[in-house]
């Protein structure tokens, strides 16, 4: 696939909307074999489409209800630990 970076010149694209995430492709032949690629879209659709977990709203959103529930805070602060040693081990 062509770098989004680097599009083809004067080759005309079809923009289309899924699930919150906005995504580019080809529309006339040779060119149209090429996979869309993800132009744009909601922040946390955008993450989940590329694979994520979840995106930066989310996790800022977990951080403010780890503050009111102390299980969720404990597991976090789990999950970081772990997130830590594997950094480590690198």
Sequence with gaps: MP???KLIPD???IYERANGVTYARYRD???NVHERWIVGGEP?????AKGE??????WEDMMEEAERNPILK???KK???AYCL???NK
Excluded: H
């Design 3 to 5: 770098s989004p970076n």
């Design 11 to 13: 080759a005309a694209l």
């Design 29 to 31: 032949p040779p060119y």
């Design 44 to 48: 946390t659709a955008v993450a989940r």
């Design 53 to 58: 977990l979840f995106g930066y709203a989310e």
């Design 74 to 76: 404990k597991y976090l």
């Design 79 to 81: 999950a970081i630990e």
């Design 86 to 88: 594997t950094k480590e």
